[in-house]
């Protein structure tokens, strides 16, 4: 059965502050990652990670893929209050037809 | 051009009742798939279209929940028999057919079992 596990459950952190989330996963026929962004309730999509150590970037969000150690980050830099949100990490498994889904991670942003 | 849109974005009902859920998804995407979110937790698969045909339902909880898609467009997921613990947020994606890995999602529609 693949497993998805998201850290940390939750993060409170000040503008300007850096924050790294970390997504883990154990997902037969790995074929892609993917990250989404859920303020309240349609996820949007951030970033697709197909190949590992290749970083991928938006603006103050950056995203990298291991997958020999099974693992994502999301970087996001000086952070501002509309960074407020659930962030999701979703593999997708080549085999089957849909994202398996992490619990993910709320982060608050102070001002 | 529009995204997926879901209709109600809320419902309220009562145990015991049928519901239906619908989703329209982006122009040109043959693949749908629906989602149920629990709270404070990520959103869990329930059922993918290629087209008009159920292709995976294998996220379908039990037979109180179906769901289709008659003309390849537009999808509806009905629960018969609710529940309390049917009480949740459903989301519906879709994407392009070669890129199953690239979901677009709805807001999603919150269903509340009294």
């Known amino acids: 059965e693949d497993k998805v596990v998201q850290s940390p459950l939750s993060l409170v952190v000040h503008e300007g502050d850096t924050v790294t989330l970390n997504c883990s996963y154990e997902v037969t026929n790995f074929r892609s990652l993917l990250w989404y962004k859920q303020e309240k309730k349609a996820p949007t999509f951030l970033f697709m990670l197909?190949?590992?150590?290749i970083e991928k970037k938006s603006g103050r969000l950056s995203s990298i893929l291991d997958k020999k150690e099974l693992f994502s980050i999301l970087n996001i830099t000086a952070t501002q209050t509309g960074d407020s949100a659930v962030y999701l990490c979703a593999p997708y498994n080549n085999a089957g037809n849909m994202l398996t889904f992490g619990g993910g991670t709320r982060l608050m942003v102070k001002p | 051009g529009a995204g997926v849109s879901q209709t109600p974005s809320n419902k309220v009902t009562e145990k015991g009742k049928y519901v239906e859920l619908r989703c329209d998804p982006i122009s040109g995407h043959t693949a749908l798939y629906w989602y149920r979110q629990s709270l404070g937790q990520g959103p869990e698969f329930l059922i993918y279209f290629q087209g008009t045909g159920a292709a995976d339902d294998s996220g379908l909880p039990n037979d109180r929940f179906f769901a289709v898609r008659p003309e390849g467009s537009v999808s509806t997921l009905k629960i018969q028999r609710t529940e309390r613990g049917d009480s949740a947020v459903y989301l519906c994606?879709?994407?392009?057919?070669?890129?199953?890995?690239?979901?677009?999602f709805g807001p999603g529609t919150r269903l509340t079992v009294l």
């Open positions: 197909t190949s590992s150590g």
């Open positions: 994606a879709s994407s392009l057919a070669g890129a199953i890995d690239t979901q677009y």
